[in-house]
């Protein structure tokens, strides 16, 4: 919510932070953000603003729209990144490394494995 009372419910809001930003521990920002973040389409950071938006809380959300799309589609990477809502194919890599410790390609290897061996459980 806005200052001014007006909800946002739709629209983007991207982050822009300098260099100097990157040791910034500022609760009123996370939760300004965490605010922002239940009235916009999409929630963006550029640079150093990605790592204020992991303070908030709020790649999580992005980590976990991309395992479920490469868990359930065969969508490419550049698709699943973009539709998660990260910048680009690199960022979504780091940040599943980062979180999950694995890469997409692997964890979509591993789900890839585990529904063929639950489907071979199955038929037996």
Known sequence: MLKSGIRLRQGSVLLVCGLGSRSLRDAGLSA??????DGVRRLGAVCVGSFLLAEAGLLNGAVEAARRQLERSDRGF????????FG???VMRGALVRLLGITPRRYREIGVQCREAN?????N
Do not use: C, E, I, P
């Open 32 to 37: 300004w953000l965490n605010k922002m973040a």
């Open 78 to 85: 550049k698709q699943v990144a973009s539709a998660a809502g």
């Open 119 to 123: 489907r071979r459980y199955d038929t």
């Open 88 to 90: 680009n194919v690199d």
